[in-house]
Nanobody
Framework: QVQLVESGGGLVQAGGSLRLSCTAS????????MGWFRQAPGKEREFVAA????????AYADSVKGRFTISRDNAKNTVYLQMNSLKPEDTAVYYC???????????????WGQGTQVTVSS
């Protein structure tokens, strides 16, 4: 069992930056690929970024490529999402998730956090 807790969300102006963190409980964090997803009001949950268990490979949605960076620190059981050049359309609840492989489908992830709100004002 893995429990995930996100933090770092908030209100930021367009063009600003935020760094989200997701801290996992348990000693098996380093075994999992980690992903970030987001869900805006009235929209389906969508893939944002993912990283393999050792950080050797990453994947990004086209909408965030070049602006967001996913990373992890297995010693701290934490995965990060650095978000730069934020746009109003990035406004959403952001979720981290743990799974067995890097994937863009939410169904591939077994454990989910509760989410953290990111609001970007224009």
């Amino acid at each position: 069992q893995v429990q995930l807790v996100e933090s770092g969300g908030g209100l930021v102006q367009a063009g600003g930056s935020l760094r989200l963190s997701c801290t996992a409980s348990g000693r098996t964090f380093s075994s999992y690929a980690m992903g970030w997803f987001r869900q805006a009001p009235g929209k389906e949950r969508e893939f944002v970024a993912a990283i393999t268990w050792n950080g050797g490979r990453t994947a990004y949605a086209d909408s965030v490529k070049g602006r967001f960076t996913i990373s992890r620190d297995n010693a701290k059981n934490t995965v990060y999402l650095q978000m730069n050049s934020l746009k109003p359309e990035d406004t959403a609840v952001y979720y981290c998730a743990a799974g067995w492989s890097i994937a863009v489908l939410s169904s591939a992830y077994k454990y989910w956090g509760q989410g953290t709100q990111v609001t970007v004002s224009s």
